[in-house]
């Protein structure tokens, strides 16, 4: 059965640096979003990806996010200067639709900056 | 004001009882999606249910919406100790399918 991949499952990184999580959507998928969760707290949304374009964001979303679609299979999320507050589990999503149609999650990277 | 607030926070049975988890919701939504997380794992897709339907099932899973109440219940018929995680309702109430998660319900299910 198809699934999202993601990789690193656990990035450990010093604040100030950057780090480039990754991720492979489910193949024939068109829309994907970006999550995180920051230990024992709720799954927040950050970043909805369709047609090579941003189509929403969350205000967690700022100047030090960016995402990508390299080629036609990865998908990634950039934090240009990490904080100590970034730490948290990042989730990938994808699915095939928008409205009605199921999200699909990867494992996570569980990111640490120290 | 909290979207997808799920209750009870804690839930404790034994092997081969039901077990019920709700949640609720402050604005219209386009569909509702119920998740499952075991420890520190992924969130694996459990059943969506769109605002035009009341009941879904789908195996031991049986979903229900009740959009006057702006609400949504998921059982679990006979538990096994391989559902012990926790369950999330989501819900999809902007125009780009994003996604807002409440707390979450943990289900410890005991042999």
């Known amino acids: 059965e198809p699934e999202v991949t993601q990789t690193p499952s656990h990035q450990v990184t010093q604040m100030g640096q950057e780090v480039i999580l990754r991720c492979v959507p489910i193949?024939?998928?068109?829309?994907f979003y970006w999550y995180r969760q920051i230990l024992g707290q709720k799954v927040e949304f950050l970043v909805s990806?369709?047609?090579?374009?941003?189509?929403?964001k969350s205000e967690i979303f700022d100047d030090q996010f960016s995402v990508e679609r390299p080629d036609g299979s990865n998908f990634t999320l950039k934090i240009r200067s990490t904080k100590l507050e970034d730490s948290a589990m990042y989730f990938c999503?994808?699915?095939?639709?928008?409205?009605?149609?199921?999200?699909?999650f990867g494992p996570g990277t569980r990111l640490t900056v120290t | 004001s909290q979207q997808g607030e799920e209750d009870p926070q804690a839930l404790s049975i034994q092997e081969g009882e039901n077990a019920t988890m709700n949640c609720s919701y402050k604005?219209?939504?386009?569909?509702l999606q119920w998740y499952r997380q075991n420890s520190g794992r992924g969130l694996v897709h459990l059943i969506l249910?769109?605002?035009?339907?009341r009941e879904k099932h789908s195996g031991r899973l049986r979903v229900t919406l009740d959009t006057s109440k702006k609400s949504s219940s998921l059982l679990i018929t006979a538990s096994r100790a391989a559902d012990t995680a926790s369950y999330f309702c989501?819900?999809?109430?902007?125009?780009?399918?994003?996604?807002?998660f409440g707390k979450g319900t943990m289900l410890l299910v005991s042999p």
């Open positions: 193949s024939n998928h068109l829309y």
């Open positions: 999503a994808s699915s095939e639709g928008a409205l009605s149609t199921e999200q699909y």
């Open positions: 249910i769109r605002s035009n339907e």
């Open positions: 990806f369709y047609n090579n374009e941003i189509s929403e």
């Open positions: 604005t219209s939504i386009n569909n």
């Open positions: 989501a819900t999809d109430n902007s125009g780009y399918s994003t996604l807002t």
